[in-house]
């Protein structure tokens, strides 16, 4: 299965594709399979991505089993969650990340509040891994693209820390963005690692990522 991009005047819908989103309704009513395929909006677009392959899976549960041996420790305040909805409210925008680190306290007010998805404003971090199909949406954008992708979302929404996993094997690397800058639409510093090495993030979340058994796409 290829990505699917299916522009508003394509489809008639009830309401608007954000509305339906974020009330849970727009993966059902446009007959998506529940084979673990991906509904966001992505500037404007409904974006249907496949399924994520078996490396893409064991890389965001070894993320996810890293937090929680560092949650051992009882000051250790963040958690992990995997493929969990946010929304980004006034931009319309709604993506799925792959794995999202958030305060614990800030999830239990999440919880106690019945939210379906998360809002940008409660993400610390937001981990993307590439895939063939999303490769170009998750990274910088390029040339007549300047403000589109995630990269731009999450920058403009002020996320603080954006992780990006790119397991194409032309680049086979992992870069941690930081200061976002609403203005620019960008993050004004990064730090890049090759896939093999240790991954550090810097306090506040505070641990190490090896890398050494990822590999790039077949």
């Known amino acids: ?35 673990g395929s991906r509904v966001e909006i992505i500037d404007g677009e409904i974006v249907v991505s496949p399924g994520p392959r078996l490396m893409h899976q064991v890389i965001c549960s070894e993320i996810t089993e890293i937090i929680g041996r560092a949650r051992m420790d009882a000051s250790y305040r963040w958690r992990s969650l995997v493929g969990n909805g946010l929304n980004f409210v006034a931009e319309e925008n709604a993506y799925i990340p792959d794995v999202t680190i958030l305060d614990t306290e800030v999830m239990q007010e999440a919880l106690r509040l019945g939210q379906m998805h998360l809002i940008t404003d ?42 990006l996993i790119d397991l194409d094997p ?26 093999g090495e240790t991954i550090t993030l810097p306090d506040p979340i505070g641990i190490e990522i090896p890398t050494d058994a990822w590999k790039p796409w077949d």
């Open 170 to 195: 032309a680049v086979s690397s992992v870069t941690l963005y930081s200061i976002p800058d609403q203005a620019s639409v960008a993050y004004l510093h990064k730090e890049t690692w090759t896939i």
């Open 122 to 163: 409660q993400a610390e971090m937001v981990v993307e891994v590439t895939s063939p199909s999303t490769a170009k949406r998750d990274r910088p954008p390029t040339g007549k693209q300047a403000d589109k992708g995630k990269w731009c979302g999450y920058a403009r929404a002020e996320i603080p820390y954006y992780l």
């Open 1 to 35: 299965m290829t990505i699917a991009v299916i522009t508003p005047h394509e489809v008639v819908l009830p309401s608007s594709p954000y509305q339906m989103w974020v009330d849970g309704e727009l993966h059902d009513y446009l007959h998506i399979p529940h084979d």
